[in-house]
């Protein structure tokens, strides 16, 4: 969206548009003083309001400088480095406290916004672990059978995905992710999947580390097939299912390779990578990482066919009580709540239990989110019901949002800069825009616009101002320019338009490999509504009413009309009606 101010005056005619139809007036006059009345703000609608959304306050520590401090190996840095996380960008100060306080032990529940990095907050402790997992002995595993993609051979029974592996490398359940609904499994499948699955990803696993992968399996509805394997049908089935997933994988392959676009990819499962094929594989042997519903878990806790899972886990955390730890993520934690959320609370129990852990078990690692949850007293308490952990066991991270550089003579010289911008972008190409733009207050313009806009703002501080003026509250765009350049003339308007706009376009990298990301991301809210009752003088000669009426046209039989309900008109005295509609007579 680069222009959410004309994509505003574009829903807010199309609402006249509708208004004038179904609802269409005899009188011009009257249809004119309606469109006066009501297309203003706060009636049908309310101006676009602008809240900018500040990012969050960096450690100022790389995933490689924050292993040093905690003393996780550098293998992990390097893993981490290779999909989930750039190596050059530090860590937002809440993902650096969320994992020191995982790695000491501590329950973590991220409370920061939507867009704060919370994911990373348990996936870098989870991938960290796995990798110090790893070192300490797993091995180099064999290569898979030849016909291992069993389901491309004609006749071919079916081969378990890991049967290959070698004793070694336990199959066991080291973190559960547990999500509320299955589109937020889709979600987190395409992150862990980039993490795993990339080329520079299984370029790791070399050397002292060949044969392994980091298994993840998603165990929900869609996973293929349920039932148990002694059912001819149901290898038919998932031999079909298997297909289907080899044939997308060679689309999305193909597909990248035409545009160019690698990420596609993590959209679609790779047959070779790390992601378990089917249910059967993970019952025989448990992923590193099991991510599913709550739904889902209740039903393979009661079942036999799953047994596998959590018994195989037991025994792998009873081998080591010192190393061996199980991460349990919950996301969302606030949808738990009520009947529901009890419900969720003792199937955590139960599960636990399973797998022959306390809630305070110093195996246990608990990292939860929620993007509505605040750090009192009421939340520690629903923390330590849920979970059945002291609440004093809990840190709830809430992180602090980062503020910048003001500028020293603040924005009223850069004004027509702005204005200019907002000009340019509507009528020349956005490159020629922002490269005018940057001449104009000074800085360089090589580069790709996003950058160039972003080095733009930096330069002149042009961050702070919109940041401070919607502290409070989201702003409309007059607000914003009496804010920010001290006044609400056209002219102002015009430049605040420009600043918002440019900050649209404004790109930094991200700290997702190859991502690149807003410097102080915008949300721009409408509010429409349908359209309200109408109130009317009854006496055709007041001398409020403003439509007019054109000449040799008949004069509507009413006065003024009003949004609300009052007994007499404020111009002539008389009586005032609700304006009812009618169909035309045929």
């Known amino acids: 969206m680069n222009d959410p101010f004309q994509v505003f005056e574009e829903i807010r005619l199309a609402y006249q548009r ?39 306050e960096s450690s100022r520590l790389t995933v490689a400088q924050a292993c040093a401090r905690l003393g996780i190996p ?4 390097d893993f981490i480095t290779r999909g989930l996380f750039r190596p050059e960008i530090p860590l937002h100060e809440h993902q650096l406290e969320a994992w020191q306080h995982s790695r000491a032990g501590r329950a973590v529940v991220v409370t ?68 509320p609904l299955n589109a937020l499994i ?32 998603r165990y929900n509805a869609v996973a293929p097939v349920s039932g148990i394997e002694a059912s001819s049908n149901k290898r038919a089935e998932l031999k079909i299912r298997l297909l289907e997933m080899d044939r997308n994988w060679g689309r999305a392959r193909a597909s990248a390779a035409a545009s160019g676009l690698d990420d596609i990819l993590h959209y679609f499962q790779n047959p070779e990578g790390s992601e378990i094929w089917s249910r059967w594989d993970m019952q025989s042997h448990p992923p590193d990482i099991l991510i599913t519903n709550y ?33 349990l993520i919950v996301d969302e934690l606030h949808t738990y709540r009520g009947t ?97 733009f940057a001449s104009a207050v000074g800085v360089e313009s090589n580069g790709e616009p996003g950058e160039v806009v972003a080095r ?29 350049f001290g006044g609400s003339s056209d002219a102002d308007k015009a430049a605040a338009c420009g600043l918002a706009r440019g900050l649209i376009h404004a790109r930094i990298p991200g700290a997702e490999p190859g991502s690149m990301i807003a410097p102080l991301p915008l949300r721009i809210h409408y509010f429409f509504h349908n359209a309200g009752r109408i109130w009317a003088c009854t006496n055709p000669g007041c001398s409020g009413r403003t439509g007019r009426t054109p000449e040799g046209a008949d004069a509507p039989p009413v006065g003024r009309l009003y949004t609300d309900p009052i007994p007499r008109c404020d111009f002539c005295g008389s009586r005032v009606l609700e304006l009812l509609y009618c169909q035309p007579c045929g």
């Open 74 to 77: 550098n293998e992990a840095a």
């Open 186 to 217: 889709e979600d987190q499948l395409s992150r862990v999947r980039r993490a795993c699955d990339n080329a520079r990803a299984r370029q790791w696993f070399t050397g002292p580390f060949a044969g392994n992968h980091f298994w993840f399996g």
């Open 295 to 327: 739904s889902m878990l209740n039903i393979m806790l009661m079942r036999v066919l799953e047994g596998g899972i959590f018994d195989r886990t037991r025994a792998w955390l009873e081998a080591d009580r010192m190393n061996h730890l199980f991460h």
């Open 456 to 484: 733009s703002y930096e330069a002149i501080r042009a961050l702070e101002p919109v940041r401070s003026a919607c502290e409070r509250e989201p702003l409309t765009l007059e607000r914003l320019a009496s804010a920010v």
């Open 340 to 436: 529901p959320g009890t419900e969720v609370g003792y199937l955590l129990r139960a599960l636990l239990h399973r797998i022959g852990l306390e809630p305070d078990s110093p195996q246990l690692r608990i990292i939860a989110t929620s993007a509505s949850m605040e750090n009192d007293d009421q939340s520690r308490r629903y923390l330590e019901q849920f979970f059945g952990r002291d609440e004093g066991s809990f840190e709830i991270l809430s992180g602090r949002q980062r503020r910048f550089p003001a500028p020293p003579s603040g924005m009223a010289p850069y004004a027509s800069a702005f204005a200019s911008l907002n000009n340019d972008l509507d009528s020349a190409p956005l490159d020629q825009a922002v490269r005018r």
């Open 18 to 56: 509708y208004l004038d139809s179904p609802f269409r007036l005899r009188y011009d006059a009257l249809r004119e003083e309606r469109r006066s009345l009501l297309f203003q703000d706060r009636q049908l609608f309310r101006e676009p309001l602008i809240e900018p959304i500040p990012p969050y």
């Open 112 to 179: 920061t916004g939507t867009g704060s990095g919370k994911t990373e907050c348990y996936l870098l402790p989870v991938f960290a672990y796995l990798v110090e997992d790893l070192m300490r002995g797993w091995g180099v595993q064999g290569p898979p059978p030849n016909r291992h993609l069993w389901w491309r051979h004609p006749h071919q029974t079916r081969i378990p995905q890991r049967g290959h592996e070698t004793a070694n490398r336990p199959s066991a359940v080291r973190a559960l992710m547990l999500y």
